[in-house]
C-alpha cells in the first residue's frame, strides 16, 4: 500500500504501532514517511512525523543517518504537532556537534515563548540536558532560564524542569 494512501484514509482507523507494523524497518520507506512529514500537507505531514518518531523509536538505526537533516528540518516552522514529534525522535539521540549551537538557540527560545505547547518545552528541557553533557558551563544558566519560567506553566514543565534541574546540578557539583 502506498504510504501515503495509508496516512490518508487508514490512519483513522489503525493504531499508530500497526501502521508503523505495515511500513516496517524499511531505510526506503522511511525515507518516504519522512519527506511526507516535511511536505507541509496537513494532516499528511503530522501523520506522517508521528509513525516516523513511532519507527525511529522501535527501530532506532532507522533516523540515525537522518540526524543532520532532521536537525536542518526543525527550525523551518513547521506545525506544532509535526514539531512536538520531531523534538520528541531528536530528544533520543545525540546532538551533532554543528548543531549544538542552533539546538541551544532553538530550545532556549522555546522554553521562554508562553505560545509553545509544554510538549515541546519539556523535550527542549531534555535537549539543554544533553547539551549541557557536552559543555557543563552553560548548566547554571539553563538553570535559570529553566527556573524563571517554570512559574508559568503547567504542572507538566514544573514537574519536568525539577528533574532537568537536579540534573544539570550535577555537571556542575
Known amino acids: 500500500m502506498e504510504i501515503r494512501q495509508l496516512l490518508t484514509n487508514e490512519i ?3 493504531k499508530k504501532e500497526e ?3 505495515i511500513i516496517g524497518p524499511d531505510p526506503d520507506r522511511f525515507k518516504e514517511i ?4 516535511f511536505s507541509r500537507d ?3 505531514c503530522w501523520r506522517a512525523t508521528w509513525i516516523m518518531d513511532y519507527l525511529a523509536e522501535i527501530h532506532p538505526w532507522l533516523a540515525e543517518a ?3 537533516k532532521l536537525w536542518q528540518e526543525v527550525p523551518k516552522n513547521h506545525p506544532v504537532g509535526v514539531t ?6 531528536l530528544s533520543r539521540y545525540d ?4 548543531e549544538m549551537g542552533p539546538a541551544t ?12 505547547p509544554v510538549a515541546i518545552k519539556v523535550f527542549s528541557m531534555e535537549l539543554l540536558l544533553k547539551i549541557a553533557t557536552a559543555y557543563p558551563e552553560l548548566s547554571n544558566e539553563f538553570i535559570s532560564i529553566i527556573e524563571d519560567h517554570a512559574e508559568n506553566n503547567s504542572a507538566g514543565y514544573k514537574a519536568r524542569s525539577q528533574y532537568i534541574i537536579k540534573n544539570l546540578q550535577k555537571l556542575i557539583a
Do not use: F, N
Not at 34 to 37: K, P, S, T, V, Y
Open 42 to 44: 496537513m494532516p499528511i
Open 105 to 116: 538557540d532553538l530550545c532556549l527560545e522555546w522554553i521562554t515563548r508562553e505560545a509553545v
Open 66 to 68: 537522518w540526524i543532520g
Open 12 to 14: 483513522h482507523y489503525l
Open 84 to 89: 512536538r514529534s520531531l523534538i520528541r525522535l
Open 34 to 37: 519522512m519527506d511526507l512529514a
Open 19 to 21: 501502521v508503523a507494523k
Open 95 to 98: 546532538i551533532p556537534e554543528d
